[in-house]
């Protein structure tokens, strides 16, 4: 490979272009294999963000061309906010948006899809695993149904990708957005699965030099589609040991944590993503307790922006009540966590929570 790998893959007159192609292709061969996808089925992008834009409004946009008449998508109320706000944008266009409330373990059951399918509905977007509870939704099922009714299936598959199995040969799924940053490869690249066979109509929302065979025009980021190939390789030869090593893991945290009263798991116990835990403390304010935690990287409920805290919009359509919400943490434990970090964590959590139980129960008697 030329030093730093300097050509520009779209090149095709010169070896430094050759060579930055080829590693693109490899990467592209990468990423397929870990869905068991043809090469040519997958664009790279620069996150699961803009795929799912593309995927979305592309759909969209391919039907309008089309001379097509149909008006409705459905999705549901927790999925990440590059699927919700796109879909915002589409109802300002006049489409409208069924957004299917899960139950309150979180999971979106193929029947509730099912029962939202209209004659006009083009285009069902469900999450595999969901960011913030980890539950791991039945795509195969619901891409059945939805290929049953002629409905395009996009999945966002940006947490489950290289942690739980995934095989578009036995799977009716359509399109699937990919993140790079999720399985310890680059930020900012990610990567749009583009069924061939039956082809998904898509428009390109990004024009130009027609890279990536048209849907995603702009010079590709090559350092960073190498390190997710790559990132992909390895999580593919590592899935099932990985996965298993991080649930004993995740589940040693949760034997310690399930001790402190009031303690409540958020989202169903299984399926979940291996490496996740999201658990609400009753009696205690989130705030002060993400403060107190600041040696446990932890994450909070809350979205927060410069003006206000606002409790997770996936734990209150769970049905959790505000207070809960946010006093609920997510524990991520991943390829580099240690039995020692869980122990460490798992105290601290431990005497947090019950020191400040112990000051509110004094507080109100
Ligand atoms: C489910 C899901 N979708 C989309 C994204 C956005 O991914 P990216 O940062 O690659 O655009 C994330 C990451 O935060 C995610 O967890």
Known sequence: MAQGNFGNSGSRTHAYGWEAEEAVEQARVQVASVLNADPREVIFTSGATESDNLALKGVVDAEIAAGGKRRHI??????????????????SRGFEVTYLAPQREGLVPVEQVREAL????????????????????????????????????????AQSFGKVPIDVKAQAVDL???????IYGPKGVGALYIRRDPAVPLVAQMHGGGQEMGYRSGTIATHQVVGLGSASALCAADMAV???????????FWAHLKQIPGTVLNGVESPRLQGNLNVGFAG??????????????????????????????????????????????????????????????????????????????????
């Open 74 to 91: 459905v999705t549901s109320a927790i999925e990440h906010k590059a699927i919700l706000d796109p879909c915002a944008v589409l109802e």
């Open 118 to 157: 209209r004659e006009d509905t083009l285009l069902v977007s469900i999450m595999h695993a969901n960011n913030e509870i980890g539950v791991i939704n039945d795509i195969g099922a619901i891409g059945e149904v939805c290929r049953e009714n002629n409905v395009i299936f996009h999945s966002d598959i």
């Open 176 to 182: 699937l957005s990919i993140s790079g940053h999720k």
């Open 242 to 252: 990985d996965g298993e090593r991080i649930e004993a893991l995740r589940d040693r």
């Open 284 to 365: 205690v304010d989130g705030e002060t307790l993400i403060m107190a935690l600041d040696d446990v990287a932890a994450a909070n409920g809350s979205a927060c922006n410069s003006t206000s805290v606002r409790p997770s919009h996936v734990l209150l359509a769970l049905g959790l009540p505000e207070d809960l919400a946010h006093a609920s943490l997510r524990f991520t434990f991943g390829r580099f966590t240690t039995e020692e970090e869980v122990d460490y964590a798992a105290s601290r959590v431990a005497d947090v929570v019950g020191g400040l139980q112990a000051r509110n129960s004094a507080v109100s008697t």
